[in-house]
């Protein structure tokens, strides 16, 4: 399969904590981007991260990206209620005519109130 | 951002019959266009790639005659489950591209197929 493996499935914590998110790949990419879906719901852009970057932060999202381990991960601190969703990391194959994205199997955040 | 929209966002159905959804991008212009499926709890599936004016390309293992494509202007796709069946049942989510080979998909809200 092209899919992308994320780890955990799922996740539980309590408010106030952080979750983190893997994402390993398989292929050499052009870059690698993290979405949330909340559900039953469309896709919402959470950030990019290109072949040549090491870390990039966004409001209290991390991503970090190791192209020699083919990994990515999410942080998401101080999380809240709200950020219950399903986060799926989508990569764009390097040499991808089309820019097809191949998504992860995604993870399913439940923060607890 | 750019924007994107699908219509219907749910659709319930009959087996056997034909349902459209519509895909349009709504402030700019989508030379590409992508299908995908996502069954509950999984992930998203691509299904096919659209160019404007083209035909599409499909992925490997959809049936091309029951998800018909058909992406004839610039802000428009539309996929057309022909003879759906209970087992078509999912979630169907277009996203499109400013440009050929753009890196940057802009996703639909995405739309509920129920077959019965």
């Known amino acids: 399969s092209q899919q992308g493996e994320e780890d955990p499935q799922a996740l539980s914590i309590q408010e106030g904590e952080n979750a983190t998110m893997n994402c390993s790949y398989k292929?050499?990419?052009?870059?690698l981007q993290w979405y949330r879906q909340n559900s039953g719901r469309g896709l919402v852009h959470l950030i990019l991260?290109?072949?040549?970057?090491r870390e990039k932060h966004s409001g209290r999202l991390r991503v970090t990206l190791d192209t020699s381990k083919k990994s990515s991960s999410l942080l998401i601190t101080a999380s809240r209620a709200a950020d219950t969703a399903s986060y799926f990391c989508?990569?764009?194959?390097?040499?991808?005519?089309?820019?097809?994205?191949?998504f992860g199997t995604g993870t399913r955040l439940k923060v607890l109130a | 951002g750019a924007v994107v929209s699908q219509h219907p966002s749910r659709v319930i159905c009959k087996s056997g019959t034909s349902v459209k959804i519509e895909c349009r991008s709504l402030?700019?212009?989508?030379?590409?266009m992508f299908w995908y499926r996502q069954f509950p709890k999984q992930s998203l599936m691509l299904m096919a790639t659209?160019?404007?004016?083209?035909?599409?390309?499909?992925e490997q293992g959809v049936e091309k005659d029951k998800f018909l494509i058909n992406h004839a202007s610039l802000t428009l796709s539309t996929l057309t489950v022909t003879s759906a069946h209970p087992e078509d049942s999912s979630f169907y989510i277009c996203?499109?591209?400013?440009?050929?080979?753009?890196?940057?998909?802009?996703f639909g809200p995405g739309t509920r197929l129920t077959v019965l």
């Open positions: 991260i290109r072949s040549n970057e």
């Open positions: 292929t050499s990419i052009n870059n």
């Open positions: 659209s160019n404007e004016g083209s035909k599409a390309t499909y």
């Open positions: 402030d700019f212009q989508a030379t590409t």
């Open positions: 989508a990569t764009v194959p390097l040499g991808s005519g089309t820019y097809k994205y191949i």
């Open positions: 996203s499109a591209s400013e440009a050929s080979g753009a890196n940057e998909q802009f």
